[in-house]
T-cell receptor, first 111, second 113 residues
Framework: DVKVTQSSRYLVKRTGEKVFLECVQDMDHENMFWYRQDPGLGLRLIYFSYDVKMKEKGDIPEGYSVSREKKERFSLILESASTNQTSMYLC??????????FGPGTRLTVL | GENVEQHPSTLSVQEGDSAVIKCTYSDSASNYFPWYKQELGKGPQLIIDIRSNVGEKKDQRIAVTLNKTAKHFSLHITETQPEDSAVYFCAASNHQAGTALIFGKGTTLSVSS
């Protein structure tokens, strides 16, 4: 079974803190994605990566950055967390056939 | 870019009834259309997908139809059960071009027994 794991299920941070969300997949997938999920807005793509050290902006990249130093790991970074970044963050990975697998999500609260 | 609209936002049915969720997309180059089910406290899980070279695909009680001309696709669940209650998302992408999935806003399905 494909497994996508995220470092934390729940996270509480303060405004201005630097936040790291980690995602690891165990299926040697080329592609990895970060989404945020908010009520009534569905899943919105923040960043994605098609290869190591490669990244592309999604629909809402402002306030976020990413890092992919190894194929299996994709990190989302909030350089200076703000209250409007309180959300559910979902990581996903996919192979070239397009099937996309999601992790369980990290619910981030910024106070 | 691609835009995906999904309707209805909420759907309530009685156990045993059918449920239909509809999505429209804007980019005629999109050729891959998956559906995801998200249960409470979990990440979305792929339940069925369809590619643009077919018009319909079935998997037990679940079916998806695609109308490329009208640029819409639908999820059909027959003989609904309480465990079908979840949030369902449609998505679209141009798989050959390697574009990322664009998701609809989701439909909350409630099946009452």
């Amino acid at each position: 079974d494909v497994k996508v794991t995220q470092s934390s299920r729940y996270l509480v941070k303060r405004t201005g803190e630097k936040v790291f969300l980690e995602c690891v997949q165990d299926m040697d997938h080329e592609n990895m994605f970060w989404y945020r999920q908010d009520p009534g807005l569905g899943l919105r793509l923040i960043y994605f990566s098609y290869d190591v050290k490669m990244k592309e902006k999604g629909d809402i990249p402002e306030g976020y950055s990413v890092s992919r130093e190894k194929k299996e790991r994709f990190s989302l970074i909030l350089e200076s967390a703000s209250t409007n970044q309180t959300s559910m963050y979902l990581c996903a990975s996919s192979s070239t056939d397009g099937w996309q697998y999601f992790g369980p999500g990290t619910r981030l609260t910024v106070l | 870019g691609e835009n995906v609209e999904q309707h209805p936002s909420t759907l309530s049915v009685q156990e045993g009834d059918s449920a239909v969720i509809k999505c429209t997309y804007s980019d005629s180059a999109s050729n891959y259309f998956p559906w995801y089910k998200q249960e409470l406290g979990k990440g979305p899980q792929l339940i069925i997908d369809i590619r643009s070279n077919v018009g319909e695909k079935k998997d037990q009680r679940i079916a998806v139809t695609l109308n490329k001309t009208a640029k819409h696709f639908s999820l059909h669940i027959t003989e609904t059960q309480p465990e079908d209650s979840a949030v369902y998302f449609c998505a679209a992408s141009n798989h050959q071009a390697g574009t990322a999935l664009i998701f609809g806003k989701g439909t909350t399905l409630s099946v009452s027994s």
